[in-house]
Nanobody, 124 residues
């Protein structure tokens, strides 16, 4: 059974930084797409970033380009989301997701496995 265990997040002032982690188990990690999504209250879930675990290619939403970085540690089956220059509009519940394929469609790749979510709150 696939498990995605998230850690990190919390509260920070605007301009600050946070890092999220997502450790995958029960999952063939190699050559897959791993992603980060977020959902604010009353809003639709949106893709933030994704990475091909096989080649390391990355995909970002326009709203986070230049501020967020997705990375991975293959030895630990773990992906990270480093979030810098945070803005109040980044406030949301953040979810890690794992696909059964590479990122064929970038952030629009189908992700059947999801983490438990972690809250990120950015105050002005």
């Amino acid at each position: 059974q696939v498990q995605l265990v998230q850690s990190g997040g919390g509260s920070v002032q605007a301009g600050g930084s946070l890092r999220l982690s997502c450790a995958a188990s029960g999952y063939t990690y190699s050559s897959k797409c791993m992603g980060w999504f977020r959902q604010a209250p009353g809003e639709q879930r949106e893709g933030v970033a994704a990475i091909n675990t096989g080649g390391g290619s990355t995909y970002y939403a326009d709203s986070v380009k230049g501020r967020f970085t997705i990375s991975q540690d293959n030895a630990k089956n773990t992906v990270y989301l480093q979030m810098n220059s945070l803005k109040p509009e980044d406030t949301a519940m953040y979810y890690c997701a794992a696909a059964a394929s590479p990122c064929y469609y970038g952030l629009n790749t189908y992700f059947p496995h999801w983490g438990q979510g972690t809250q990120v709150t950015v105050s002005s």
